[in-house]
Every structure is written in structure tokens, then in C-alpha cells.
């Protein structure tokens, strides 16, 4: 059977042609994804970068950690502590001392992500100049880079500067350099501090009640920016390809045992003419596991070679979009290699072991069969199989809805769960394919002429070939509704959530992070005909079951502020017994009630027992805790919600939006009204998620393209003796092909209906979790993108149906009913 095998694959390459494409591509997506995986398992050690030249950096406590019978737990403080006065004090004493400041800086025509420091810090990292010379008056600074130059003034957040001199940029910042006592007003808080002298005398002075940590060498590196940066950037990296990797090997099974399965189909008058030569069922199987096993081992070596050429420029690419650090590069890994090799020769006889046991089935008298309506389309085991994945689909929602619904909101189960109600919908497929083409051509098959009622028959009678162009569809029309169906949902759910939580008319914010001081705030509240209610941003952590250190987003605001500017969804208890001893909590703190203490940690590490005034619903995540300013140590102001008065001491809006620009001019604050503050800080996906949604949508749209070819160009090759029946009947050239698209627009339509059929089913879920949480949110049906997908797989069955067609057509019509198939 192996040599059959052999001789069948020459005779047959168009057959095999698109099964070898569809795995090679898969195995090269497999490998681009392992390489990339083991390339991002482990960063590289990082140097420090702003102090690289600097002797000893003395760093303010900025972790929180809490021992448990587990071992000790550490968090990250939103409010990090400064260096205890008493301990600078110390400091000075054995050398030369300079505070380090760094603050956001916005500036016309400058980068997105410039910082400010203090001038005296260059020369820690070292910045050199280029041009110009050193600030010294408050209006004047330094910057990296070459987007402005010295002489050039620039208007900032703070006010208008000028450009006195230009220092080389490093690559891990976008620098703004002002004097040291600019800096101090700009940001008046230091949390670590730069000290000349030698490293164990500076340990010696710092007590260990102090909280604060001397870092020295390659340690100096955890007083830059974000030191964890590469270790987070990786992690989501992992995330987004492995998604990738788990879509590509789902999809690729898919198309391999789908074009498997109509090839199979397609050649059972061929299995009949063996059978009757003598050849067992056991034989014939083996024949078509030999194929594949051959179809395999050449997809799977081709698609290694592939992938390792093209995993370089997915790693540029992630690298040009920051998604992964400017280091990353693709290593010499191996083990990726095996893993794609092996999983496609697996896939490949995964996907051919259902047709190859089809195959054992035919008998001798299919040989003799001309007829071309499909039979035994479902199997009794594939009709199981489905049913069991489809009650598998809706059991595990409504447990997921009753226990947690919680989860059906993150990524991980919005991205998984809609896999498994995919295969239960394409195993029901030729059962539903039927039905649906009947109604989808109901009203084609109405109108004058004979053409609406032949492509009605024809896609209803060849139900494989219609379920086998239908699947692909179905899979990237389903993938593209329910991922993005769900993240626009939940962006706009989250939007809703904030829009409700404010009572305010217009929400004014600073224009750095330094915040409002109290002179602003004070012109602020004098605003006439508007209540002004001012808040902070810090956290709160407990200890949940005694091991989990949990930390909530926290807002710190005065109670009767609070109460009038705010509405915030209380499930129990009242928003006006909060004060400087309780706290306001939601629903994931259920361990806890109203009235009762709890134990927290504050944003700047401070323990304190708080009692719960009241208690939020849960929502998407995002309620957090509030408190009052006390609870929320070192927090400036960040946000101003402002309310127009009622009744007849109620005020324009205009005269108070011009008002309050007026209050905040000369701090640089910006006013706007709630719906535009609302969009301006929009909660939207993660760019992260978003590119790894495309990529998995890119890989399944790919897929679709290859499998739609393949299948149309087989099934229109086996419909020549058809076309020339309708070409004996009358049917002219044109209006052969005119039926051949209509067709395959027909089959794309029920692949479409069939794949936004599942993606309602898990946006309904999806809805249903909002609802249980409390969320007022209406499904957000991405109709653009599958207007997009569906549009693609139409251009693309159409081509791969007609073109085909036009050429077998070139030959008269007895030639064509005298071609062998």
C-alpha cells in the first residue's frame, strides 16, 4: 500500500497540494512561535542605565512586605516613601548628596514620553552635552535627542521653556534636564537620592528601621524606571504568542482534516474500483495514513525551514511595535524544532485518521455510482462528538455564570472558550448545511429562471464539499466575532462603569504628576454655581485567607466632596458613613461585611484597621476601595470632578467651564466635560492583547485562504463532467460560470451564518456575566471586521471556483463529458 500511497500522491498532486500548504504553514507558525518563546523564557541581566556612573544610590521604601505561614509576600507601593529626613541628614555628612526627581513632561512637538530630572543627575549616567551649556535660570533646560534645539522655545505643561543645550539620548529615556531647584518645585517629593562616598559607610548610617535600601553595582539598576520593565514586556510576549501558537495548532487541525476528509470523499469511486481489485478495508486505510505520513514528514521539514527564516521578522516586528524589548532577537534554540516537526506529522495524522476509517468503509459497488448527491454525510460517531462538545460549550458557561462570572471576563476565557463551541458547530456542520442553503437561496431559487434553483440544489445536495468550503469560514468568522466582539464589549463596559461612577458635568485634571497644590484647589472651589469634588489615586492591600497579599486600586476623597460628585454602586451600606476610620470595599472582598474591621495596608506601606462603610458591586474589576485623604498618605490631587449647582443657584455651563480654565491657567490643568473626559481616558484594550488578537486573526483569515482555494480548485476540477452536461443543455460559457460563483458565495454565506451564529452564542455569555456583575453594557458587534473576513472569503471562493472553471470551459462540451475526473 506505501508504493500505491507513492504513485497516488504524483498522480494527485493538486489533491495533496492544499493539505502540504496548510501544514507547512502551520508548522512554520509553530516553530516562528517556539523560537520566539525560547528566545523571551529569560531576559538578560540589565545594567543600570541613569546611574550607571553614579557611586552609591539611596532608595525610599517603595515595596510592602508581609510575612504569612507561607512565606513572605511582597507587593509594590503605589505611594513609595522618600528618604527619611534624618537619614539624609546622616548622609550629608559623609559626602556629597543629590536628590534625584522625575516627573512626566509634556511639550508641543516633543516625544509622548519625556521626563524631567534635575540637572545635577546628568552626569550620573552619564548625559554629555552636545550643544549649548548647563540651565540656570527656571525657564531654561536641556533635552536628549534632537527634536528641538538650543535657542528653541517650547511650551510645556509648567509654562514656556527655552532650549539652551542638547545632550545625546541613551535610548532608555526622552530627557528634559531643568535646574535643581526648578525640578523641586515641578516635583517636590525625591524619592531616592545619589550619595559620593563610600558604600559601606553609607550602610553604616542607614538604620534598619529606616525602610530605605542602598543599592550599589549592578542593584543600581532598581533605582531606574521601572527596573521590571523587560521581565513584564516578556511575559505579556509569552501570552500573546502562546495564544498564537494554541489558535495555529487548533486551526491547522481544522483545515487538515477537513481537506482531508473531502479528498477522501472525492475518491470513493477510486476506493470502490480497489475494493473490487481485492484490496481490504484494513489495506485501504492503510493507504491513506501512508499519504498523510508522507504529506507530513514534507510539510513538516519545509515548514521548519520556513519558520526558521521567518521568526527573525517577527521578532523585528514585535521589537518596531514595543511589544518586546529593543534587545529582543530570535536565539540558536533547538528543542522548537522538534516540537513543530513532530506536532505536524501528528496534526497530519490526526486529521487524516476519521477520512482514513471512511475510507475502510466504501464498498466494491461505489465504483458503479455516478449519482452526486452526498449520502451518510454525519456519522453516528461524529453526530456524538459534536453533541458532546456542544453540551460541554453550554454546560461549562452556566456554571462559569453561576459560580465565577467574574472569569468569562478575562482574556484567557474569552480567547479559549469560543474554540470548543467552534469544533461542536463544524462537526454539526453537514447537518445544518442543508437546511441553511435551502433558506440563505430561498429567494435566488424564486426568481425567473433556472439559475437561483440549480445553485439552491447543488450546494444542498453536495454537502460535503459545501460543509468542507464552509468550515474555514465559519472558524475566522467566529474568531474575529467573539475576540473582538468580546474586547469591544468589555471596553465599552468598563467605559459605561466610569461614565456612571461620576455625578460631575465636568472633570478637570492636571497637567503633570505633581498634581493640583492647595492655591489651585482653592480657585477651583470658588467657582461660582459649581461643586468641586477633588480625589487622589493610591492603593490599599489586605491579606486575603492569611497568604494572598491582594492590592486594590484606591480613591481618596472627603466624604461630603465624594457624596456630591459621585455615584457610586453600593450593594450595602451607606456612602456617608465614610470617615478617617472605614473604608468603602467591593464585592471581591468577601470575606468582609459592612460594619465589620478589617486590616490593610495603606499606599505608602502603613497598617491600619479600617471598619467597611459600604460595599460596591464587583463590575468589570474596576471599582477598587475608596477612602479619605488620611488613608491615603503622600497621594496628590489627580483628578477634580465638578458639578453644577441645582435649581435656581445653578450656573451656565459655559461661564463655568470658562470658570474653571481660568482657576487652573496657571498650573497648566485641562477641563473638559464628563463624556469627553470619559473618552479622553477611555479604558481600552491593552496594545498587547489587541496585536495578539490580530495576530491570531491574521493566522485563522491565512488558514481560511489556503483551505478555500484547495477545496474549491478540487471541487471544481470534480464538477467538470457536470459542466459539461449544462453545456450539452443549452447553458452558455458565462452562464456556467455565473453559477459556479453563485455557488461558492452561497457555501460562504452559510460559513458566515454558521461562524456569527457561534459568535452570538459566546457575546451572549459574555453579556450575561456583565449583567450578573451589575454592568449595563450593550454587546459591541464588530461589524466592520466581519463585514471585512466575510468579504475576503467571498473574493477568494469566487476566484478559486471560477478561474478554475473558466479553464476547464476553454475545451468543447463533448470533450469536457469525456474528460476522466
Known sequence: MLSIALRTLRTRRATFAGSFV???????????????????????????????????????????????????????????????????????????????????????????????????????????????????????????????????????????????????????????????????????????????????????????????RVLTGDARRYADADPDRDSEALAALNAMFGTAGGVTGFV???????????????????????????????????????????????????????????????????????????????????WPYHVAFWTGLAVALCGVAAAS????????????????????????????FGAVLLATAVVTLVLALTADPGDLLHRKSYVSRPMLLITAAALAAPVAVRPLTRLIAWLPARLPGAGGMLVRENAAAGVRRTAAVAAPVLVTVALAGSLLGATATLDAAKAAEVRGRTAADFVVTPADDAGFDDATLRRIRAVTGARAGASSASAVYVLEEGVALVGSGARAAEPEELAATARLPLAAGRLSDLDDDSIVVN???????????????????????????????????????????????????????????????????????????????????????????VRATYPETGRTTRAGLFLVLGIALLYTGVSLVNTMVMATSDRIREFAALRLAGATRGQVLRLT????????????????????????????????????????????????VTGTCAVLAVLSAVVPAGLALRRGAVELAGARE
Open 22 to 212: 496548510a501544514l507547512c504553514l502551520g508548522v512554520a507558525l509553530i516553530t516562528v512561535m517556539g523560537l520566539t518563546l525560547a528566545s523571551s523564557l529569560d531576559a538578560p541581566d540589565r545594567g543600570p542605565e541613569r546611574f550607571a556612573a553614579a557611586p552609591v544610590v539611596v532608595k525610599g521604601r517603595d515595596t510592602l512586605t508581609v510575612s504569612t505561614p507561607v512565606g513572605d509576600r511582597t507587593r509594590k507601593l503605589a505611594r513609595p516613601r522618600a528618604v527619611p529626613g534624618a537619614t539624609v541628614a546622616r548622609l550629608r555628612a559623609l559626602g556629597d548628596v543629590v536628590e534625584d526627581r522625575a516627573f512626566a513632561v509634556r511639550a508641543d512637538g516633543g516625544p509622548a514620553d519625556l521626563v524631567g530630572h534635575p540637572w545635577s543627575t546628568a552626569r550620573f549616567a552619564p548625559y554629555e552635552l552636545e550643544a549649548g551649556r548647563a540651565p540656570e535660570a527656571p525657564d531654561e533646560v536641556v533635552v536628549s535627542g534632537d527634536w528641538a534645539r538650543p535657542g528653541a522655545r517650547v511650551r510645556t505643561g509648567g509654562g514656556t521653556v527655552r532650549v539652551v543645550g542638547t545632550v545625546a539620548g541613551l535610548g532608555f529615556e526622552n530627557a528634559v534636564f531643568y535646574t535643581d531647584t526648578r525640578a523641586a518645585g515641578l516635583s517636590p517629593r525625591s524619592l531616592q537620592l545619589v550619595v559620593d562616598a563610600d558604600a559601606a559607610a553609607v550602610r553604616a548610617a542607614v538604620r534598619d528601621g529606616d525602610g530605605v
Open 252 to 334: 491547522s487541525v481544522f483545515v487538515v482534516a477537513s481537506t482531508f476528509a473531502f479528498s477522501v470523499a472525492q475518491r470513493r469511486r477510486e476506493f470502490g474500483l480497489l475494493r473490487t481489485a481485492g484490496a481490504t478495508p484494513g489495506q485501504i486505510r492503510r493507504m491513506v495514513v501512508h499519504e498523510a505520513l508522507v504529506v507530513g514528514a514534507l510539510a513538516s521539514a519545509s515548514g521548519c525551514l520556513l519558520g526558521a527564516r521567518a521568526a527573525p521578522g517577527l521578532a523585528g516586528w514585535a521589537v518596531g511595535e514595543g511589544l518586546a524589548p529593543r534587545w529582543f532577537t530570535i536565539g540558536n534554540h533547538v
Open 357 to 384: 476509517w471512511r475510507a475502510g468503509t466504501t464498498g466494491p459497488a461505489e465504483a458503479l455510482r455516478e449519482a452526486s448527491v452526498d449520502t451518510r454525510t454525519m456519522t453516528r460517531g461524529r453526530l456524538l
Open 587 to 677: 464585592e471581591e472582598w468577601e470575606e468582609h461585611r459592612v460594619g465589620e474591621r478589617v486590616d490593610v495596608w495603606l499606599g505608602d506601606g502603613g497598617r491600619k484597621s479600617l471598619r467597611i462603610a459600604a460595599v460596591m458591586t464587583t463590575g468589570t474589576g474596576d471599582n477598587g476601595v475608596y477612602v479619605t485623604p488620611r488613608n491615603a498618605p503622600g497621594a496628590p490631587v489627580d483628578r477634580v470632578d465638578v458639578r453644577l449647582a441645582d435649581g435656581a443657584d445653578g450656573a451656565d455651563p459655559g461661564t463655568v467651564a470658562a470658570a474653571l480654565r481660568q482657576a487652573v491657567r496657571a498650573s497648566g490643568g485641562v477641563v473638559r466635560t464628563k463624556d469627553a473626559w
Open 741 to 788: 460563483g453563485a455557488e461558492a458565495l452561497t457555501v460562504v454565506a452559510v460559513g458566515g451564518v454558521l461562524g456569527a451564529l457561534v459568535a452570538a452564542f459566546n457575546l451572549a455569555g459574555l453579556w450575561g456575566a456583565l449583567s450578573l456583575l451589575s454592568v449595563r453594557a450593550s454587546v459591541e458587534v464588530p461589524w466592520t471586521a466581519l463585514a471585512a
